[in-house]
């Protein structure tokens, strides 16, 4: 609109013209009085807070300490309790075997090796035993009388020593032709048959005892505090199954490569299922301590990678409290380290700084 045509308009309507200068002389006005405070008043603080205290409004929920007995679950291996390669000690033919797979009972014979000239060796071993001791006896006879050289007594000792071990060690080579079982379990592996030839050393079979059976695994580090012998334990087998059974070892120095310790549960087998050599999840039920229920969603980091919640203390102050996370599931996370009582922060922690006095609305905790 060119400006002669604004002064016609004007002339036309000269009231209307008058309405609107005086709408915008007012509009000024209240612009310039509201700019002239804002730059001479700081505004009011918040009702109930001081002047030092934050602005922001946290909503806190105290959460109380309640009984919990954490569970560690790891995984490991299943292995028999006892197992044992049986290995020949003497030369000889076998001839007796057990079947694969036969159970035998603690001292029962597994199989035999051939004596061959053993029981031969016996007889002229006690022969030569008996020889010996009659001439050590009159050697005795003629030392009281000091008819015989002091050498030739000590002589006539040794040749009997000599004898006595040589009896011993025949002996001993015929028990050894007859294997029994050092412990009652069942033959695992036979890699001979009858009429082998053995010599000492080699492998007649292996004997395993499933009766109990361990279970190997490793602990992080950050998880082998309150970890002792005897602590009640249970193996999840892979199909859902469970055995029970207890704690019996820890090692005392961690693994120099992955910073984790051993450790070995004992577990009751009475069915005799066979999983030994099978993994499976542990179970530890560590002692029962006070710990706090939370939302995971509480949960956060310092700037250690601590795990940790955000609190308010007595003074009215935002802090960040380090716990101790014992479980944790999408609905429910269960941790220590925190005093008995304590007020958590659940809405609105991100917009204060850690040590500000904030205004807190309290909420009831969830059931």
């Known amino acids: 609109m060119a400006m002669g045509d604004i002064t016609q308009w004007l002339g036309r309507h000269k009231g ?189 079979l292996t004997l395993v005892d499933t009766a109990y059976l361990t279970l190997q695994a490793d602990v992080p580090q950050q998880q082998v505090a ?29 693994d120099a490569a992955t910073r984790s310790y051993a450790l070995e549960a004992r577990l009751a087998n009475p069915d005799g299922w066979r999983v030994a050599g099978a993994s499976a999840g542990l179970d530890i039920r560590l002692p029962e301590q006070r710990a706090h229920r939370l939302s995971p969603a509480l949960l956060s980091l310092d700037e250690d990678g601590r795990p940790g919640v955000r609190v308010v203390d007595e003074d009215q102050r935002l802090r960040f409290l380090p716990v101790r996370l014992f479980s944790i599931t999408p609905d429910t996370a269960w941790v220590g380290g925190l005093p008995e009582r304590v007020r958590v922060v659940t809405r609105g922690g991100g917009f204060a700084e850690l040590g500000e006095r904030v205004a807190v609305a309290e909420r009831e905790a969830a059931p």
């Open 16 to 204: 209307l013209g008058w309405v609107l200068l005086a709408v915008l002389v007012a509009l000024f006005w209240l612009w310039r009085g509201e700019l002239y405070q804002a730059a001479g008043e700081a505004p009011a603080a918040e009702p109930g807070v001081g002047p030092s205290a934050a602005e922001w409004r946290l909503e806190v929920t105290e959460l109380v300490a309640e009984p919990y007995r954490p569970r560690l679950r790891l995984q490991g291996q299943l292995q028999p309790w006892r197992r044992l390669e049986v290995r020949a000690r003497i030369t000889g033919t076998v001839t007796r075997l057990p079947e694969l797979g036969q159970r035998v009972a603690e001292g029962e014979a597994l199989l035999g090796i051939s004596p061959d000239d053993r029981q031969a060796r016996l007889a002229r071993a006690e022969a030569d035993l008996a020889l010996r001791q009659a001439e050590l006896t009159a050697a005795e006879r003629l030392r009281r009388n000091n008819l015989t050289a002091e050498t030739d007594y000590l002589a006539r000792r040794a040749a009997l020593t000599q004898a006595e071990a040589a009896l011993a060690a025949i002996r001993l080579e015929l028990e050894h032709s007859r294997v029994p079982a050092p412990f009652a379990g069942s033959v695992d592996r036979l890699p001979l048959e009858l009429g082998d030839v053995v010599q000492p050393g080699d492998s007649l």
């Open 226 to 254: 309150g970890l002792a012998p005897g602590l009640p334990v249970s193996a999840v087998l892979l199909d859902g199954r469970e055995l029970s059974g207890e704690l019996g070892f820890v090692a005392q120095a961690a």
